[in-house]
């Protein structure tokens, strides 16, 4: 999915009007590369990391918290705190509460990071 995207936008800015006159008025497809594709190449990039990374910062924490570390001197982390708290979840959902929160506002923070580095239209 990732490369498909790549693929499809690093197309479009080839495509472009300023970048094919480039390459008819003598640059070399590496300078034409360097000054317009590769500027907007990086946010593009730098956005698909932050959302991938929101994603995985989700999964990673709920994979940790199905099975934690059987460790007692692991440090701890949202995964552990999750695990720790289930078993005291009705008499103190606090615990369970503050992790999850903490893991959701961490997510959408790297997703809407992304949205600012590298703004998209949204879909109709």
Same mark, same amino acid.
């Given at each position: 999915?990732?490369?498909?995207?790549?693929?499809?936008?690093?197309?479009?800015?080839?495509?472009?009007?300023?970048?094919?006159?480039?390459?008819?008025?003598?640059?070399?497809?590496?300078?034409?590369?360097?000054?317009?594709? *590769? /500027?907007?190449?990086?946010?593009?990039? =730098?956005?698909?990391? #932050?959302?991938? &990374?929101?994603?995985? !910062?989700?999964?990673? +924490?709920?994979?940790?918290?199905?099975?934690?570390?059987?460790?007692?001197?692991?440090?701890?982390?949202?995964?552990?705190?999750?695990?720790?708290?289930?078993?005291?979840?009705?008499?103190?959902? *606090? /615990?369970?509460?503050?992790?999850?929160? =903490?893991?959701?506002? #961490?997510?959408? &923070?790297?997703?809407? !990071?992304?949205?600012? +580095?590298?703004?998209?239209?949204?879909?109709?």
């Amino acid at each position: 999915l990732g490369a498909q995207y790549f693929y499809r936008r690093w197309s479009a800015l080839i495509s472009q009007p300023h970048v094919e006159a480039s390459y008819l008025l003598g640059s070399s497809r590496l300078s034409a590369w360097k000054l317009h594709v *590769m /500027p907007d190449m990086i946010f593009i990039t =730098l956005s698909w990391t #932050l959302k991938t &990374f929101s994603s995985l !910062l989700v999964w990673l +924490v709920l994979i940790e918290g199905l099975s934690p570390s059987k460790s007692p001197d692991s440090p701890p982390t949202l995964g552990s705190a999750i695990w720790r708290a289930k078993d005291n979840v009705l008499a103190d959902p *606090m /615990p369970l509460l503050v992790a999850g929160f =903490l893991v959701g506002i #961490l997510a959408l &923070f790297f997703a809407q !990071l992304s949205r600012i +580095v590298h703004p998209t239209s949204t879909p109709h």
